[in-house]
């Protein structure tokens, strides 16, 4: 890991974070105006009980080593979800997963789970396995296999993904968090580029640094065969591979 670049993605975390938390939001009178939206280096500093000057350190991406206490406390200060709180800790503390290669017995998982929708992805949304309901499902995924390419670039997605603006941004904030476990990856900062080339979204909402996690839930699409549905959706890591999803739609 590149202990540069995973300090400037640090710095970068923070500011982002710390602009979207304004004075009333953290109990602190309004004092005159500002030049940027939300709180002052220094308030931050206060409201986590650190000095300002050692957190104006940590967010110009010098070398400091934030403690675990120090860490919680800015999480609170911004009132980080849980996500963004474990992404946090990663940035400051340098951990980062090693990037694997998916087994071959959980690549071919997907054909068992035929006639539902299921595909296997990788740590930056390459597909490395689908099945034929799912290929249906998400025309073209085959041809270009990584999810984020398709829904960002693919003639497809905006017909098929019923509310696809959130959709979209939820995928973005999940690869900003992957990304965040990976510094100075060149394959994932090939990605972000031709990502934010390819699409005016993208290239809007990745310096908002959105973080989230994988999460089961519900997508509304518009099946090619089927029609409108709502599909309830699950995801799963392989044994042994935390960064693998499979990814599994119920029909109906």
Do not use: C
């Amino acid at each position: 890991m590149s202990q540069p670049d995973a300090r400037r993605e640090l710095g970068a975390f923070l500011r982002s974070r710390r602009a979207r938390i304004t004075p009333a939001d953290a109990g602190l009178p309004r004092t005159g105006r500002r030049r940027t939206p939300g709180l002052r280096r220094e308030e931050l500093a206060l409201l986590a009980g650190i000095s300002a000057t050692w957190y104006t350190y940590l967010e110009q991406g010098r070398d400091v080593r934030p403690s675990d206490q120090v860490l919680g406390a800015l999480a609170r200060a911004l009132r980080l979800s849980d996500p963004e709180r474990d992404h946090l800790f990663r940035l400051a503390n340098g951990e980062r997963t090693p990037q694997e290669p998916a087994p071959g017995q959980a690549a071919a998982v997907p054909l068992l789970l035929q006639p539902n929708p299921a595909y296997l992805t990788g740590p930056r949304y390459d597909v490395l396995g689908w099945n034929p309901a799912a290929a249906e499902l998400f025309p073209g995924i085959d041809a270009a296999p990584n999810l984020a390419r398709w829904v960002f670039t693919s003639p497809f997605a905006r017909d098929v993904l019923t509310d696809w603006e959130l959709v979209a941004r939820g995928l973005l904030a999940r690869l900003r968090a992957a990304a965040g476990r990976h510094p100075g990856d060149p394959l994932f900062a090939a990605l972000v580029r031709e990502l934010r080339a390819a699409s005016p979204e993208a290239d809007a909402w990745w310096p908002r640094y959105d973080i989230q996690a994988a999460q089961a839930g519900t997508k509304r699409v518009r099946h090619p065969r089927l029609g409108p549905l709502t599909l309830a959706h699950s995801a799963f890591h392989p044994a042994g591979q935390p960064e693998h999803t499979l990814v599994v739609y119920a029909l109906p």
